[in-house]
């Protein structure tokens, strides 16, 4: 049996197969989610005898870090491994200060929507994690720093939105038992309408970021295939569904691609699409993937588009780029393994 992910409610029902009061599951629990051990012996005030008894039935967790590389600007990106062999990558960054630390977790191994841009396309789908496999990410983040993870996004590899269950879950673990506030996580999508409408309907805290990154049908569908299933028109439909719904508003990632679509006509069509959405606009540089011919856009046309934007009376900001140097940047992921 895995700790790991285990609730409250969850390991109290253990502790009563095993004998032990429930004081003994809210010692676990804390050593899981507060002090982030990887060991049942590290759980220093459960006596000796008991720690014997626990581990004839439980080990705290069965996920391992296989590759960490460390960014020139701190950011750091694990490949981490779950028992089957399988893997996939999560990164932590640090934003404004130390105090803030974003992790960027994964949600399935690969990704069946193969938007043209991303590195984890390339390697196709395998499967869906589970909510344990999700709170791993997490947990082994702040194993190896020995820090608390303040903010989650769920912007690395897969499409949460297609594997909504788990990743509610999961959400509500961060929120539950990691002590992370809804409003402090963000799920990220391609453009999955009935998943949209499903946490429309859930009205969380979290923040929904929708990947745009094209104003239209047909410039769309070129780089974003779920297009052909779920177009643009729907979308936002959807979106202005949700936001109405939750009275909150959408946070639009818009990928900048030289040449592609940022140019300033790009830019006009895109504030017409938005006028009528309560949205943030987020611009995300392109960061070279070797597979690909895709360019980074230059600073110049990034501040024009950023510009012609903000005209319209949208709140816009350019993402930083953190970890290109490892390939932890946005579409990244999955480069090299
Ligand atoms: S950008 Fe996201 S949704 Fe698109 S292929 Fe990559 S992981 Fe999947």
Redesign the pocket.
């Known amino acids: 049996m895995i700790l790991a992910g285990m609730s409250l409610e969850e390991l109290e029902e253990l502790m009563s197969t095993l004998g032990a009061t429930k004081f003994r599951a809210k010692q676990i629990h804390n050593w899981i989610y507060a002090k982030s051990v990887s060991t049942i012996d590290e759980m220093t005030d459960l006596s000796l005898k008991f720690r014997e008894q626990l581990k004839e039935t439980a080990v705290v967790t069965d996920t391992k870090i296989k590759v960490k590389q460390v960014s020139k600007d701190g950011t750091i990106k694990y490949l981490v491994e779950y028992p089957d062999g399988e893997c996939v990558e999560t990164v932590l960054m640090r934003f404004d200060n130390r105090a803030n630390l974003t992790a960027c977790v994964s949600s399935q191994v690969g ?5 043209s ?5 390339k390697g196709g789908f395998r499967r869906n994690l589970t909510y344990k496999e999700i709170v791993e990410q997490v947990l082994i983040i702040q194993r190896d720093t020995g820090l608390k993870v303040t903010n989650i996004v769920f912007m690395g ?3 949460p939105l297609l594997n909504l269950d788990n990743v509610l879950k999961a959400l509500e673990i961060f929120n539950r038992d990691f002590q992370i506030g809804a409003r402090r996580i963000t799920i990220s999508t ?1 453009g999955i309408i009935p998943g949209i409408n499903r946490l429309a309907d859930l009205n969380l805290q979290s923040t929904l970021a929708i ?1 745009l990154h094209a104003p239209t049908h047909e410039l769309r569908k070129e780089i ?1 295939p ?1 297009e052909n299933k779920y177009n643009i028109t729907d979308l936002k439909t959807a979106l202005k569904s949700y936001a109405d719904k939750t009275g909150r508003r959408v946070t639009v990632e818009y990928i900048l691609i030289h040449g592609f679509n940022d140019t300033p006509r790009v830019a006009k069509e895109l504030a017409y699409f938005l006028k009528d959405l309560k949205c943030n606009i987020n611009l995300i540089p392109y960061n070279s993937v070797v597979e690909n011919d895709y360019k980074k856009p230059s600073t110049d046309d990034i501040m024009k588009f950023k510009y012609l934007l903000e005209h319209s009376g949208k709140k816009v900001t350019v993402r930083l780029e953190r970890g290109a140097d490892i390939d932890a940047a946005c ?1 990244q ?1 999955r480069g090299k393994h």
């Open positions: 990704c069946a929507v193969n938007c841009f991303c590195a984890t396309a590899q897969g499409e391609s990947s974003m779920i579409g992921l």
